[in-house]
């Protein structure tokens, strides 16, 4: 169910980020579950492989909090930030 898909996002992701990354506030996977990314308060954005939970690469886009990540249905990555910024 979505709940416990949410909470095994929740999980991984704060398993697999670094200090820089913490508190994570927000998570999204791609449409087909391969890719996992997560961000929080430090403008960092990172992507995670959605099945081993292994870092693929870490994002330095805002130049504050990430309030909100999606994944458009060609798995580009669309994050919205407290920098009043989106990308």
């Known amino acids: ?38 961000a929080g308060d430090t403008g960092y954005i990172s992507r995670y492989d959605g099945t081993t939970g292994v870092p693929l690469e870490t994002i330095d886009g805002h130049t504050g909090p990430v309030l909100s990540l999606s994944y458009s249905p060609t798995r580009q990555l669309l994050s919205a930030g407290a920098d009043q910024s989106a990308k």
């Open 1 to 38: 169910n979505r709940q416990k898909s949410i909470e095994a996002a929740l999980g991984m992701a704060k398993t697999a980020s670094t200090d820089k990354e913490k508190p994570i506030k927000t998570v999204a996977f791609s449409l087909d579950g391969k890719e996992l990314a997560a």
